[in-house]
């Protein structure tokens, strides 16, 4: 069984991995995006990603320590599924919507990394109080950075909903022996 003070550092090496990999992405979901408020979303977003990585490095400075990064499988599927959107998906409001949904999964992915590390900061580290710290304002940083985008929500989504109204056909209708099936069960309730 691995000690928690490896997991913690492992999981540090994950998350500059993960920095490293969003501030790639991120320009490029940026350019991606047509609606405004998503883009300047976008934007804010990579330069709180740029001080979280130099924050993480921080850390390992302060135990004077490597700051490596460690290949992050998680995060690398998030944005490989977002690529792929962005692929399939035309330009306009169905994509803003798609990608807005990226930025909450990215987003939880990394508050619960940083939740999870200040948690056990706190355990292991009793004696630096820096490093606890510092992994309180990065789980601070996430939360607002959660609140943002979902503030995003309904415009994106309802944006995207109301372009697709026009396409979208009726269900179609249940057929006879569905219906008789449907009287049948009311008619003896449920079990």
Same mark, same amino acid.
């Given at each position: 069984?691995?000690?928690?003070?490896?997991?913690?550092?492992?999981?540090?090496?994950?998350?500059?991995?993960?920095k490293e990999l969003l501030l790639k992405a991120l320009p490029k979901m940026s350019g991606a995006a047509a609606?405004?408020?998503?883009?300047?979303?976008?934007?804010?977003?990579?330069?709180? &990603?740029?001080?979280?990585?130099?924050?993480? *490095? +921080?850390?390992?400075?302060?135990?004077?320590? #490597?700051? !490596?990064?460690?290949?992050?499988?998680?995060?690398?599927?998030?944005?490989?599924?977002?690529?792929?959107?962005?692929?399939?998906?035309?330009?306009?409001?169905?994509?803003?919507?798609?990608?807005?949904?990226?930025?909450?999964?990215?987003?939880?992915?990394?508050?619960?990394?940083?939740?999870?590390?200040?948690?056990?900061?706190?355990?292991?580290?009793?004696?630096?109080?820096?490093? &606890?710290?510092?992994?309180?304002?990065?789980? *601070? +940083?996430?939360?607002?950075?959660?609140?943002? #985008?979902? !503030?995003?929500?309904?415009?994106?989504?309802?944006?995207?909903?109301?372009?697709?109204?026009?396409?979208?056909?009726?269900?179609?209708?249940?057929?006879?022996?569905?219906?008789?099936?449907?009287?049948?069960?009311?008619?003896?309730?449920?079990?």
């Amino acid at each position: 069984m691995r000690p928690l003070h490896k997991l913690f550092w492992d999981e540090m090496a994950e998350m500059l991995h993960v920095k490293e990999l969003l501030l790639k992405a991120l320009p490029k979901m940026s350019g991606a995006a047509a609606k405004e408020k998503l883009k300047e979303a976008l934007g804010i977003y990579r330069t709180d &990603v740029e001080q979280h990585s130099a924050k993480l *490095r +921080s850390i390992f400075q302060t135990f004077e320590m #490597f700051a !490596r990064e460690k290949k992050c499988d998680g995060m690398m599927g998030v944005l490989l599924k977002g690529q792929q959107i962005m692929q399939r998906t035309g330009q306009g409001p169905a994509l803003d919507a798609a990608l807005h949904a990226q930025c909450l999964k990215i987003t939880a992915y990394n508050l619960a990394s940083y939740y999870s590390l200040h948690s056990w900061a706190k355990l292991l580290m009793k004696t630096n109080d820096e490093a &606890v710290t510092t992994l309180k304002e990065l789980v *601070r +940083s996430e939360t607002e950075a959660v609140v943002r #985008f979902s !503030r995003l929500a309904s415009e994106c989504h309802s944006e995207a909903a109301n372009q697709q109204l026009d396409s979208v056909r009726p269900p179609p209708r249940p057929s006879r022996k569905v219906g008789k099936e449907a009287r049948d069960f009311a008619h003896w309730g449920a079990w």
